[in-house]
Structures are given as structure tokens and as C-alpha cells.
């Protein structure tokens, strides 16, 4: 029987997890008073601070799963930098890449005897020919939105309501009562981005196919599940719809796995046999060193040099100088051999499946109205009953309280999840009993907000 958990209850919680906070961390409360002299919302990414703590926690080491504050408390680390530590932190073999090329160069604005070997692996493993390298996802999503314009002769995009493709202006376009908006989350655009950009619902057929119908969009930028806003599944049948609407309309479907890269060693794509026309690979794919890849097949390749062919040579305006560095080229044929195989996956997947059942099972026992799902080694729980189907239906279910107060008090008991959502992400480090302390933790907390 599902019960209800009172707002008092959730209020209560907070006011005590908040305090508890404040008295284990004094280190960081005196570093972050110091460090507001000089930082942005006194932390060197604005968005730090957006755990929703009375303070920024700050980091004094972190190995494997496991991380260590400045106040010398350990933590269990299920966030793994937001998926960039995918792999853990520091990985051996990461580390002694690192320690290695790093002798020979950083970066040099040519490429290294890496690149051939690298770009074969991208190709068995993502079943793409072409790549290209950035120091960010969000640079690849930019890249890959230029070329698809320039090559389709076509200026709009269409996206997904509440996605999220890093830091791209033309993606922050969400549905206001039905009709397209700019995120207010966008700071400092001044370009109307309704005229640019198209915003459907995920999962929704019928508007895509109208949105498509014309004849005017470039690409259909996707992540094949959406990961922001919560996790939303997608529908039987969804993206053979989607790609089968993109190819009638002449839109090229582009498909950003960044945070789905966890779903196995093809990514979210490999797994369920999608067949874009581009992807983008960020985060994970030189072991949480800034870079990330985008690829193309063949088709959309010869597109792209018979556009070049009309081109002065250097006047793309596509790529930054670290792109494509020496250190990055290095990293990426490590982690692509080391993780990006079935083997290196199947004990991540086997525990993820654990951490899903007793999520569950401890949900159940205490009839919260509560929901997991879980894609590849990434799981998630939703403080709320049913699955949302689309981001609109999404966004109405997370930030609430209510998932401030389960954040906090697992983040006092030594465990750390996503802060933008209960996301969880199993890696080479984590263990069984790292599983079991998630579960017990879970469990606990749901005692304190169910009594």
C-alpha cells in the first residue's frame, strides 16, 4: 500500500540535515567564506553550488569511488562527477596514461601516432567512420549543429522538452503552456531562439512528425533517454519513429550519449541498435580529462567534404586550440580499450541490477510513492509514482523538497548522489557492499520520513 509522506515530515528533515551539515563541516564553511573573496558564488563553477547545502562541500581527494572532504569525512561517491568519472576517479590506468604521455607533451597543434589507433576504436565501438575531437560535449553538440546546417542548407533544429545538451544556446528552448519559450535558466541571450529552434515532448509521435513536416529542420538533436530531468524512458517503437520520420523529412538525427554512454560499450545506441547520422560522446571518454568526440556516418561524411569543396581551407570556424591535444588522444585509446568492452561493463551492469532491486524492494517495503529505472550501469529513483513520460511531466516531479531532504541526509551518512536528481552511476570500483550501504541508507532515510 503506497502512503503518503507529510510536508512537515520532509521540512523537519531538511532543518536537521542542514544543521548536521554545518556542524561536520567547518573546514569547508571556512574555506568557502574564503573563497567568496574572490570566485563567483565563491566556488570556481557557479553551478557548485547548486547541491543545495548551506555551503559548498569541498573536495580534499577522491580515488575510485571513494571521496575524502576537507573535514576528513569519507563519502561513497554514486555521482561520479556527474557522469565525467564514469570509470571512478583516477583510474589505475588512467593514472599511469597520465604519468606517461604526459612527459611527452600536452598539447602540440598536430596530431599523434594515437590518433589512427583511436579513431579505429570509435569506429568498432560506435559504428560511426568520421570523428572529430572537442575539449566538452557542449562544444561537440555546437560542431555537429554547425555542420548539419551547413551541409542540409537548413537553419532549425528540434529538440526534446527539458533536454539537455551542455552549454548550447540553441538546445535551451522549452514548451510554456505548449509553446516554444527560452529557458529562463539562459543567462545573457539575446537572439530570439524560438525562430531557430523547434520543442516538442519525447515520446510524442504526432509532434514531431508536424514539427518535421515542412521540411525546414537540420537536425533532431536527442539523447536516446532523457537524463536531466530525471531519467524518461523511452516508448516501444519510439525511435524507430524517430528515425524513420527524420529520413522521410530529410533531417539528420544527431544522438548526444553523453550521460547514456553507461548503458554498455556502444553506448545507449550500441545496445538498442539505433542508426544515427551523427553522435556526440562527452564526459567519460579520456577518464574525466576535459574532451569529448563527434562522429558521423558515411553518407552525412561525403555530405561534409563536398560542402568543404566550396570552402577556402581554415575558414570553418569549428574547433578551439586544445581540441584534439596529444594528452586527450592518449587518454581516449586507454579508456576505449580498458572500458568500452563487454567485459569491462558486464560486472557494472550485474550490480547496477542489484542496486535497482533493493532500491525497489526498500520503496516498497515502506509504501513510499516512489519509482527506479535504470538504464545500463545508471539508475535513478523518482519521488514520485508513476513514470513520467516526457520532460514536461518530468520537470513538474523533481526539485522538490522533498528530494533536497534524501539528498542531505545521505549526504551527512557518507553517501553522495547526483544533485540535480537521484541519479546513481556503478563503476569499475564499486563494490557489493557499496551497493548494500546505498540500500541501507535508503532505507533509513525512508524510516525517519515515513514515521
Not at 567547518?26 to 548551506?54: C, F, I
Not at 569506429?123 to 561537440?140: G, I, M, Y
Not at 550519449?257 to 567519460?284: A, F, I, N, Q, R
Amino acid at each position: 500500500m503506497r502512503r503518503t509522506i507529510s510536508e512537515a515530515g520532509v521540512t523537519a528533515m531538511l532543518e536537521r540535515e542542514r544543521n548536521l551539515f554545518i556542524q561536520r563541516n567547518p573546514k569547508s564553511k571556512r574555506h568557502s567564506d574564503y573563497a567568496a573573496r574572490n570566485w563567483l558564488r565563491g566556488v570556481p563553477m557557479h553551478w557548485m553550488v547548486d547541491w543545495g547545502t548551506p555551503f559548498p562541500l569541498f573536495v580534499e581527494k577522491a580515488q575510485g569511488v571513494d571521496l575524502t572532504d576537507a573535514d576528513g569525512n569519507t563519502y561513497i561517491d554514486f555521482c561520479l562527477g556527474d557522469t565525467g568519472a564514469m570509470f571512478g576517479h583516477s583510474p589505475p590506468p588512467v593514472v599511469e596514461t597520465l604519468q606517461r604521455e604526459g612527459a611527452n607533451g600536452f598539447t602540440t597543434m598536430m596530431p599523434s601516432a594515437n590518433a589512427a589507433k583511436v579513431g579505429q576504436l570509435l569506429e568498432n565501438r560506435f559504428k560511426l567512420p568520421t570523428w572529430q575531437v572537442t575539449t566538452s560535449a557542449s562544444d561537440a553538440n555546437r560542431s555537429v549543429l554547425r555542420w548539419c546546417r551547413a551541409i542540409t542548407n537548413r537553419r532549425k533544429i528540434l529538440v526534446f522538452n527539458h533536454c539537455y545538451h551542455g552549454a548550447v544556446d540553441e538546445t535551451y528552448v522549452n514548451l510554456d503552456s505548449g509553446k516554444p519559450a527560452a529557458d529562463l535558466a539562459l543567462i545573457g541571450e539575446p537572439r530570439d531562439l524560438t525562430e531557430l529552434t523547434k520543442v516538442v515532448e519525447f515520446n510524442d509521435i504526432p509532434a514531431l512528425e508536424a514539427a518535421l513536416a515542412p521540411g525546414d529542420v537540420a537536425c533532431v538533436l536527442a539523447e536516446p533517454i532523457m537524463t536531466n530531468v530525471g531519467m524518461v524512458l523511452p516508448d516501444e517503437g519510439f525511435h524507430r519513429a524517430l528515425r524513420e520520420i527524420t529520413r522521410r523529412t530529410g533531417a539528420l538525427l544527431v544522438i548526444d550519449e553523453t550521460h547514456c554512454m553507461s548503458s554498455g560499450p556502444g553506448g545507449y545506441s550500441g545496445e538498442h541498435g539505433l542508426e544515427p547520422d551523427g553522435l556526440v560522446l562527452g564526459k567519460p571518454i579520456a577518464g574525466g580529462i576535459p574532451a569529448a568526440v563527434y562522429g558521423f556516418s558515411q553518407p552525412v561524411t561525403n555530405r561534409i567534404w563536398d560542402y568543404l569543396k566550396t570552402r577556402s581551407p581554415g575558414h570553418s570556424g569549428i574547433g578551439t586550440t586544445l581540441a584534439g591535444s596529444k594528452i586527450q588522444l592518449a587518454l581516449m585509446e586507454t579508456v576505449l580499450e580498458t572500458y568500452f568492452t563487454r567485459e569491462a561493463f558486464a560486472p557494472l551492469i550485474a550490480l547496477a541490477k542489484k542496486l535497482e532491486k533493493g532500491l525497489s524492494d526498500t520503496i516498497i517495503k515502506h509504501g513510499a510513492p516512489w519509482h527506479v529505472v535504470r538504464a545500463g550501469a545508471r539508475v535513478e529513483f523518482m519521488c514520485c509514482p508513476n513514470r513520467p513520460r516526457n520532460g514536461g511531466e518530468a520537470a513538474k516531479m523533481i526539485h522538490q523538497p522533498i528530494d533536497m531532504a534524501v539528498h542531505h541526509h545521505l549526504l551527512n551518512r557518507g553517501i553522495i548522489m547526483t544533485p540535480f536528481h537521484n541519479m546513481l552511476l556503478i563503476c569499475p570500483a564499486t563494490t557489493a557492499a557499496h551497493v548494500d550501504r546505498m540500500i541501507e541508507g535508503l532505507d533509513h532515510c525512508l524510516d525517519e520520513l515515513m514515521s
